[in-house]
């Protein structure tokens, strides 16, 4: 028995996993968590002489000339980013920067970012990026007030704090998405392997004192009970897979069950489930089709009589209200019962109690009402 939950356990993870790992490459190349892989080789040292040939790398340059700000982009008043340029004059070359602005401030405490200046040479970090016709316009505009030979201009800017065309928080924050997936993956899949998933019913056992013999017991029965769909229902336990998780629960632990509708739009069934109620007041839940649930429906209310069965609003009531009461309540459901079919069949051969349980069916639940 437990290794074919366990096996049942695995199938469901490996699934789970390799979704995982599909979500993950999509966030690590779509999202831009694979740049962060230029963050751990290091940015490469730029040659402005050759600036085309690092369009999308990340990069360092030591800047130590600002020829001014050309032009800068506002929203709802607010100034949220900067471009102004920079002169490499060793290599004969203009380039420039874009940051945003908390950089900008930033910088602008060490850089004379609005005037031309010589400062202590200081070293920035970002991606090399080609320009949009409009910035190139104002970066030519700018240059052309400068006299600056137009082959000593480089149209592109060095995104300050940026890695692949976004913030290193960004980047850092969907390569670690990315990784944490996969690691969930994985320990999801051990646990699997190690039999965690059937943690609750291996608890049960240890504490009735006897773990072997109470295993041996449930394994007797697992192996004749009742399925309905995932659903294994013996004399003394309930047991279902809720993705890779065996869920257990002895029947004497169960005090209700019901039928649920799933519906789309509150319009369309999408589904149904049957919901099992605990005196703790929680509950489980086990998707089933139509026919598969009336079935099982029937089976409890013929083969366990301390479970009420069907759905109305003064169950409910009752249920929250004391749910113990939903035992008593259980056997009047029975009594009921037996009573209705032996007025209809007074003179029926059959011991009462043999008809009760060939021809009795629980009761309907109220889908009128709106269930929990």
Same mark, same amino acid.
């Not at 993956?185 to 019913?201: D, E, F, H, P, V």
């Not at 009742?226 to 005090?255: A, C, E, H, V």
């Not at 649930?293 to 301390?306: G, M, S």
């Given at each position: ?41 290091? /940015? ?28 800068? &982009? ?15 004059? *060793? ?20 850089? /004379? ?26 970066y030519d505009d700018m240059l052309e007030d400068y006299s600056v030979d137009p082959s000593w201009r480089a149209p592109y800017y060095l995104k300050v704090n940026n890695l692949g ?37 291996? *608890? ?40 890779? &998780? ?39 839940v086990v998707a089933m089709n139509q026919k598969t649930l009336e079935e099982c429906r029937e089976f409890i209310y013929a083969n366990y009589p301390n479970i009420a069965v069907g759905? *109305? ?23 009921? &019962? ?12 059959? /011991? ?9 069916? /629980?009761p309907d639940d109220n889908l009128s009402q709106n269930q929990p």
């Amino acid at each position: 028995m437990l290794a074919e939950l366990k096996k049942s356990s695995i199938k469901k993870t490996i699934i789970g996993l390799l979704s995982l790992c599909v979500i993950a490459v999509i966030i690590f190349f779509v999202m831009g968590g694979k740049d962060v892989l230029q963050l751990i080789g290091g /940015p490469a040292p730029l040659d402005v002489a050759h600036i085309e040939d690092y369009e999308g790398r990340y990069v360092s340059v030591t800047v130590d000339y600002s020829l001014g700000r050309y032009a800068y &982009t506002t929203k709802k008043g607010q100034t949220t980013s900067h471009e102004f340029g920079i002169a490499d004059y *060793d290599g004969g070359y203009i380039y420039t920067l874009y940051m945003r602005n908390a950089d900008y401030k930033k910088m602008a405490e060490w850089l /004379p970012i609005d005037y031309a200046g010589v400062v202590e040479p200081r070293t920035i970090t970002g991606t090399i990026t080609k320009m949009s016709n409009s910035d190139q316009a104002y970066y030519d505009d700018m240059l052309e007030d400068y006299s600056v030979d137009p082959s000593w201009r480089a149209p592109y800017y060095l995104k300050v704090n940026n890695l692949g065309g976004q913030s290193f928080g960004s980047t850092v924050f969907f390569a670690a998405i990315s990784f944490v997936l996969v690691a969930i993956g994985i320990y999801r899949l051990i646990r699997a392997i190690t039999g965690g998933y059937q943690k609750k019913l291996l *608890d049960y056992c240890k504490k009735t004192g006897s773990p072997e013999y109470t295993l041996s017991l449930i394994e007797q029965q697992y192996a004749t009970a009742q399925k309905f769909g995932s659903l294994r229902l013996t004399p003394l336990y309930m047991m279902f897979q809720d993705g890779p &998780t065996t869920k257990f629960f002895p029947i004497n632990d169960i005090l209700w069950v019901y039928q649920r509708l799933h519906k789309s739009y509150g319009v369309i069934t999408t589904g149904r489930s049957l919901v099992l109620r605990f005196p703790n007041k929680s509950e489980a839940v086990v998707a089933m089709n139509q026919k598969t649930l009336e079935e099982c429906r029937e089976f409890i209310y013929a083969n366990y009589p301390n479970i009420a069965v069907g759905y *109305d609003g003064d169950l409910m009531r009752m249920y929250n209200q004391d749910p113990q009461s939903m035992v008593a309540y259980a056997a009047k459901q029975r009594q009921k &019962t037996q009573e209705i079919l032996a007025a209809a069949q007074p003179q029926a051969p059959v /011991p009462q109690q043999a008809t009760a349980e060939a021809t009795a069916t /629980p009761p309907d639940d109220n889908l009128s009402q709106n269930q929990p």
